[in-house]
């Protein structure tokens, strides 16, 4: 059993920053690809980027490429989502999200294993 505890959201006005972390417990972190999603109060929960389980292969969803980056140490057990250029329609719940092995990224909500409780990031104009 992993558990997934995201930290790091927070208020940031329009054009500003915030760098989300996700440490993982309780499982062998590299056996797992991780991933960021969020949600908006009335919205699906959609897929932010991911990141395979060495680091090699790395996917965004066009609305945040240049925007957004995701990293990952394996030495520490946790997942970074850099965020830059904020604006008023990043706003959400981060979740971060683990996928037992499997090669490559996956992008849908169901075929996670593990999630976080999410982490309020708010951007203001």
């Known amino acids: 059993q992993v558990q997934l505890v995201e930290s790091g959201g927070g208020l940031v006005q329009a054009g500003g920053s915030l760098r989300l972390s996700c440490a993982a417990s309780g499982g062998t972190f590299s056996s797992y690809a991780m991933s960021w999603f969020r949600q908006a109060p009335g919205k699906e929960r959609e897929f932010v980027c991911a990141i395979s389980r060495g680091g090699g292969t790395i996917y965004y969803a066009d609305f945040v490429k240049g925007r957004f980056t995701i990293s990952r140490d394996n030495t520490k057990n946790t997942v970074y989502l850099q965020m830059n250029s904020l604006k008023p329609e990043d706003t959400a719940v981060y979740y971060c999200?683990?996928?037992?092995?499997?090669?490559?990224?996956?992008?849908?909500?169901?075929?996670?294993?593990?999630w976080g409780q999410g982490t309020q990031v708010t951007v203001s104009s």
């Open positions: 999200a683990a996928k037992q092995g499997g090669s490559g990224v996956q992008t849908r909500v169901t075929v996670y294993d593990y």
